[in-house]
C-alpha cells in the first residue's frame, strides 16, 4: 500500500536559519507531489507541485524552494527564514496524469519561526 | 479562474443535531472534481468524498451526505446527528485537469456534549 512519510513533525527554527523539510513516498511510481502551507486560522495554500524528478512548479513567489531528486522523495527548502514562514507545511501525493484522483497528505509539518 | 468559498468561518452545534457545511466554487471547465477533507486537531488531512462534475448523483455514507448542484455550484455537506469526534477543521476542494487542488478556507466545526 501507498504510504507518505513527512518530517519533522514539529520544528521551532530562529528567523534567518535555513530549513529543510522531507517528503517521501512510499508504494508508487512516478507520482505528483505538492508542497502546501497553513497558516494559522487560514486555509490551504498550494506552494509548490512537480510531476516528475527535477521538475518544480512555484505557485507563490517567496523565499521558499523545492526540489525532487528522486522519484518518490520532495523538499522544501529556505536559505533564511521569515517569521511570516509560520504555519503548518503538508506534503500530498496523487497519481494520474490530470491529478484529478485526490491527494494523500502527509501527517505534516508545524514550523513556527521565533 | 477557479475559486472555491466556504463562507461559514465557524459552526457550534450540540451533539445530535444536524449541521451543513456549505461550499460555493467557481470554474470555467465543464470538466472538474470536487472534494471534502476532514482535518482533525492532529492536523492531518483525512479525504472524504470525491466528486466529478458529470455525476450530480447525492451521496450518503452512515452520518454523512452530499449535496452537488450544479445549477448553484455548490457542493455542501450535511452531518447527521454530529457527535464530538466530528469537531473538526473541514475543507472543501475543486480540480480541473492540468491544475492542482484548490482549497477553500475551510469551516471550522465544534460539536460540545
Known amino acids: 500500500s501507498q504510504t507518505i512519510h513527512q518530517w519533522p513533525a514539529t520544528l521551532v527554527q530562529p528567523v534567518g536559519s535555513p530549513l529543510s523539510l522531507e517528503c517521501t513516498v512510499e508504494g508508487t511510481s512516478n507520482p505528483n507531489l505538492y508542497w502546501y502551507r497553513q497558516a494559522a486560522g487560514r486555509g490551504l495554500q498550494l506552494l509548490f507541485y512537480?510531476?516528475?524528478?527535477?521538475?518544480i512548479s512555484s505557485e507563490v513567489p517567496q523565499n521558499l524552494s523545492a526540489s525532487r531528486p528522486q522519484d518518490r522523495q520532495f523538499i522544501l527548502s529556505s536559505k533564511k527564514l521569515l517569521l511570516s514562514d509560520s504555519g503548518f507545511y503538508l506534503c500530498a501525493w496523487s497519481v494520474g496524469r490530470t491529478r484529478d484522483y485526490g491527494y494523500t497528505f502527509g501527517s505534516g509539518t508545524r514550523l513556527t519561526v521565533v | 479562474a477557479q475559486k472555491v468559498t466556504q463562507a461559514q468561518t465557524e459552526i457550534s452545534v450540540v451533539e445530535k443535531e444536524d449541521v451543513t457545511l456549505d461550499c460555493v466554487y467557481e470554474?470555467?471547465?465543464?470538466?472538474?472534481?470536487l472534494f471534502w477533507y476532514k482535518q482533525p486537531p492532529s492536523g492531518e488531512l483525512v479525504f472524504l468524498i470525491r466528486?466529478?462534475?458529470?455525476?450530480?448523483q447525492n451521496e450518503i455514507s452512515g452520518r454523512y451526505s452530499w449535496n452537488f448542484q450544479k445549477s448553484t455550484s455548490s457542493f455542501n455537506f450535511t452531518i447527521t446527528a454530529s457527535q464530538v469526534v466530528d469537531s473538526a477543521v473541514y475543507f472543501c476542494?475543486?480540480?480541473?485537469?492540468?491544475?492542482?487542488?484548490?482549497f477553500g478556507k475551510g469551516t471550522t466545526l465544534s460539536v460540545s456534549s
Open positions: 470554474t470555467r471547465d465543464t470538466t472538474y472534481y
Open positions: 466528486r466529478n462534475s458529470f455525476d450530480e
Open positions: 476542494a475543486l480540480t480541473q485537469a492540468g491544475t492542482a487542488l484548490i
Open positions: 512537480s510531476v516528475g524528478i527535477g521538475q
